[in-house]
T-cell receptor, first 111, second 114 residues
Framework: QKEVEQNSGPLSVPEGAIASLNCTYSDRGSQSFFWYRQYSGKSPELIMFIYSNGDKEDGRFTAQLNKASQYVSLLIRDSQPSDSATYLCAVYINTGNQFYFGTGTSLTVIP | DTGVSQNPRHKITKRGQNVTFRCDPISEHNRLYWYRQTLGQGPEFLTYFQNEAQLEKSRLLSDRFSAERPKGSFSTLEIQRTEQGDSAMYLC????????????FGNGTRLTVT
C-alpha cells in the first residue's frame, strides 16, 4: 500500500466552479500535510499546508484534514483556467523526516 | 530569499556517461532533499541531508548514485554509468526542518539519456 493515494483524474470543472481534490494516507504517524501545484514540465509549487484537524483557508483555496479518516482534501473555489495543473498531495512523517508524495491529480478548468 | 537554484536545467547524455547536478538551497535552510520524478508520477525520494550529514538514502537508489553536501551549503548529485532508465526530472528541495516545514523546490534538472 502506498503511503499517499490520489485519484489521478483527470478532473474537469467549468470556470467558476469548485474543484475538489482528495488524498488519503496510510501512516497514522503522518504529522503535516501539503498541497503542491505542478504545471506541465515545471517543478512543484507549494500551495498550502495544514497540521491540525479541520479547515484552513487561504484565498480561493481551502485545505481540509481529517486525521481519524486519514483524509486530506483541497477545495479550489471560483476555479480559473490558470488553475489547470497537476495537484500533488504530500505528507510528512517525523520518523525519518520523510515527505511522501501521491501521484497527483490532473485538473482542467474549462473556460 | 532567492529560492532553490538547480543547474543545469537540461542535460542530454549518452548511456554510460557520468553526470553531475548541482543544487543551491535557500540559504537559511538546513535540510536538503533530492527527488526524482518521471512522467505521471509523484516525486520519488532519493536522499536527504541535514547540514552536511547525509541522513537517509532510498533503498531504491543504486550505488551508481551518490550525493554530497560539503560544508552544508550546496549539494551535488552524481550518476555514474547512466542508463536510459535514469531519464527523469531530478528535483532538489530545501526546508528549515522541524515539524513538517514545507519543502521548497528548485526548477529541476531534466536528464535525458540516449
Amino acid at each position: 500500500q502506498k503511503e499517499v493515494e490520489q485519484n489521478s483524474g483527470p478532473l474537469s470543472v467549468p470556470e467558476g466552479a469548485i474543484a475538489s481534490l482528495n488524498c488519503t494516507y496510510s501512516d497514522r504517524g503522518s504529522q503535516s500535510f501539503f498541497w503542491y501545484r505542478q504545471y506541465s514540465g515545471k517543478s512543484p509549487e507549494l500551495i498550502m499546508f495544514i497540521y491540525s484537524n479541520g479547515d484552513k483557508e487561504d484565498g480561493r483555496f481551502t485545505a481540509q484534514l481529517n486525521k481519524a479518516s486519514q483524509y486530506v482534501s483541497l477545495l479550489i473555489r471560483d476555479s480559473q483556467p490558470s488553475d489547470s495543473a497537476t495537484y500533488l498531495c504530500a505528507v510528512y512523517i517525523n520518523t525519518g523526516n520523510q515527505f511522501y508524495f501521491g501521484t497527483g491529480t490532473s485538473l482542467t478548468v474549462i473556460p | 530569499d532567492t529560492g532553490v537554484s538547480q543547474n543545469p536545467r537540461h542535460k542530454i547524455t549518452k548511456r554510460g556517461q557520468n553526470v553531475t547536478f548541482r543544487c543551491d538551497p535557500i540559504s537559511e535552510h538546513n535540510r536538503l532533499y533530492w527527488y526524482r520524478q518521471t512522467l505521471g508520477q509523484g516525486p520519488e525520494f532519493l536522499t536527504y541531508f541535514q547540514n552536511e550529514a547525509q541522513l537517509e538514502k532510498s533503498r531504491l537508489l543504486s550505488d551508481r548514485f551518490s550525493a554530497e553536501r560539503p560544508k552544508g551549503s550546496f549539494s551535488t548529485l552524481e550518476i555514474q554509468r547512466t542508463e536510459q532508465g535514469d531519464s527523469a526530472m531530478y528535483l532538489c528541495a530545501s526546508s528549515l526542518g522541524g515539524l513538517g516545514s514545507p519543502l521548497h523546490f528548485g526548477n529541476g534538472t531534466r536528464l535525458t539519456v540516449t
